[in-house]
């Protein structure tokens, strides 16, 4: 099974700063007939339901906002909120579906310094 | 609006049986593979397992944690997917989520997701 593993496990940015979230897995989740990390992240709120926010590692997802943004290749991933809001306060999970069974990171609760 | 319901759930005995359901609307679900996803109280998130389409061949696969107690299956004409759970466990106990394998081209993504319905395993 592909591990994934998230870094922090908590974090504190200021309305307005940049916040920034690691993933790690635990072998290549870059898949070589497309050239496409399958690697995901999600965004879930307290109380709701997770929410894709990007697939392929660094495509948004419709309807997302623009500050959000991945980036990343091969085992090492990064999810950057460019200018924290309010409602950006969530926990963040990212997902390998590169091979089953699907993983998940641990989660990345982020909240307002 | 595209959107899948979660039903079902409820507080069973351990060793008993329940079954799930996820009802979709808005979209033509024959044409996506369904999935189920779970997460325990205060908890992360836990893949349970899928039910390709049926031009797939409506194969399923599992997580280990489930494997030979939980199945799913799918009912396209009603527009529902299943998850039968047996033989359940107090470690089973968990909300479940009922989400949709994106299409092209977030493939096998879970782009869209129920509210959740809650499955509480305890004597």
């Known amino acids: 099974d592909i591990v994934m593993t998230q870094s922090p496990d908590s974090l504190a940015v200021s309305l307005g700063e940049r916040a920034t979230i690691n993933c790690k897995s635990s072998?290549?989740?870059?898949?070589?007939?497309?050239?496409?990390?399958?690697l995901a992240w999600y965004q879930q709120k307290s109380g709701q339901p997770p929410k894709l926010l990007i697939y392929w590692a660094s495509a948004r997802e419709s309807g997302v906002p623009d500050r959000f943004s991945g980036s990343g290749s091969g085992t090492d991933f990064t999810l950057t909120i460019s200018s924290l809001q309010a409602e950006d306060v969530a926990v963040y999970y990212c997902?390998?579906?590169?091979?089953?069974?699907?993983?998940f990171g641990q989660g990345t609760k982020l909240e307002i310094k | 609006e595209v959107q899948v319901v979660e039903s079902g759930g409820g507080l069973v005995q351990p060793g008993r049986s329940l079954r799930l359901s996820c009802t979709a609307s808005g979209f033509t679900v024959a044409d996506y593979a369904m999935s189920w996803v779970r997460q325990a109280a205060g908890k992360g998130l836990e893949w349970v397992g899928f039910?390709?389409?049926?031009?797939?061949?409506?194969?399923?696969e599992y997580a280990a944690s489930v494997k030979g107690r939980f199945t799913i299956s799918r009912d396209d004409s009603k527009s529902i997917a299943y998850l039968q759970m047996n033989s359940l466990k107090i470690e089973d106990t968990a909300v479940y989520y009922c989400a949709r394998l994106g299409g092209h081209p977030r493939l096998n993504t879970f782009d869209i997701w129920g509210q959740g319905t809650v499955v509480t395993v305890s004597s």
């Open positions: 997902q390998q579906y590169y091979s089953t069974p699907y993983t």
């Open positions: 039910v390709r389409t049926k031009v797939d061949g409506g194969t399923t």
């Open positions: 072998q290549s989740v870059l898949y070589s007939s497309n050239n496409k990390n399958n």
